[in-house]
T-cell receptor, first 116, second 114 residues
Framework: GAGVSQSPRYKVAKRGQDVALRCDPI?????LFWYQQALGQGPEFLTY????????KSGLPSDRFFAERPEGSVSTLKIQRTQQEDSAVYLC??????????????FGSGTQLSVL | LAKTTQPISMDSYEGQEVNITCSHN???????ITWYQQFPSQGPRFIIQ???TKVTNEVASLFIPADRKSSTLSLPRVSLSDTAVYYC???????????????FGKGTKLSVIP
């Protein structure tokens, strides 16, 4: 596709509900990342996929967060039993190469999650 | 990874040149300096990257002195549409554990005034 696409654009959840956030990366991009951005802060790393393999999940804040990319393209970030502190913008990014730090990322517009 | 320090906010009038300076005293030999731009309700967008001296593209220029302990992003003749948050990042140019984890910080909020 033309860019990284994320859905839904906005999600409101009641505390305790499970949510699933979708990311469609740029076609053919090998690397896929999830970042979390709290209000007024910069994005923070959550997890990294190289094709279908999740190589790094060190940034996931708790075991309620789970990400998958089963066929090496679309990815889903799932949050179980949402809490108010999970309210943030969740950004997906992709890159055409196996990631080194100096390769630029292409970000989607994010999913704004509000937990009431 | 080297920590970066940049101003929290800046104001500028339309048509002026804007320079945003970022300090990164602990930058390592194989680190690059990268800048991202983020508009409200959008994800960050890569704008420029450099290692030393000067880099220029259609959007901005990046000046890096010889000691590489700081860098300056220069935006020529800004317009209202340049109002955004600008992030300075130090990124390692190698493949390895954690090398791809970009550290954004809070960035510099640039407000362009008519």
């Amino acid at each position: 596709g033309a860019g990284v696409s994320q859905s839904p654009r906005y999600k409101v959840a009641k505390r305790g509900q499970d949510v699933a956030l979708r990311c469609d990366p740029i076609s053919g991009h090998v690397s896929l990342f999830w970042y979390q951005q709290a209000l007024g802060q910069g994005p923070e790393f959550l997890t990294y996929f190289q094709n279908e393999a999740q190589l790094d999940k060190s940034g996931l804040p708790s075991d309620r967060f789970f990400a998958e990319r089963p066929e090496g393209s679309v990815s889903t970030l799932k949050i179980q039993r949402t809490q108010q502190e999970d309210s943030a913008v969740y950004l997906c990014a992709s890159s055409s190469v196996t990631q080194t730090g100096d390769e630029k990322l292409f970000f989607g517009s994010g999913t704004q999650l509000s937990v009431l | 990874l080297a920590k970066t320090t940049q101003p929290i906010s800046m104001d500028s009038y339309e048509g002026q040149e804007v320079n945003i300076t970022c300090s990164h005293n602990n930058i390592a030999t194989n680190d690059y300096i990268t800048w991202y731009q983020q508009f409200p309700s959008q994800g960050p967008r890569f704008i420029i990257q450099g290692y030393k001296t000067k880099v220029t593209n259609e959007v901005a220029s990046l000046f890096i002195p010889a000691d590489r302990k700081s860098s300056t992003l220069s935006l020529p003749r800004v317009s209202l549409s340049d109002t955004a948050v600008y992030y300075c990042l130090v990124v390692p140019a190698y493949s390895g554990a954690g090398s791809y984890q970009l550290t954004f910080g809070k960035g510099t909020k640039l407000s362009v005034i008519p």
